[in-house]
């Protein structure tokens, strides 16, 4: 097993403490909980109809950027 440090900010170790103790588990446990779910979780096979909605709009049309530009217009 592998040890890493993950600095924190004083409220968020706070938070992550009181949080993890009150499902019964430490810190570490509920963090290394957490990692296994999303290695799990993106590892698992797509389900059907998702892999059927791929691709539905052209790469041509550039979502993102269209995104972008609509919320710098919203928040200026």
């Known amino acids: 097993m592998s ?3 993950v ?3 004083d409220d968020d ?3 992550l403490r009181d949080f993890s103790a009150a499902q019964g588990i430490s810190a570490e446990a509920f963090l ?3 990692a296994r779910n999303l290695r799990e979780h993106l590892q698992r ?4 109809e998702v892999l059927r909605a791929t691709e539905i ?3 041509e049309v550039g979502g993102e ?3 972008r530009e609509h ?5 200026a």
């Open 3 to 5: 040890t890493i440090t």
């Open 7 to 9: 600095l924190l900010p």
């Open 13 to 15: 170790l706070a938070f």
């Open 32 to 34: 290394a909980r957490q």
């Open 45 to 48: 096979p797509q389900r059907p």
């Open 57 to 59: 709009i052209s790469p």
């Open 65 to 67: 950027e269209t995104y």
């Open 71 to 75: 919320l710098e217009k919203k928040h």
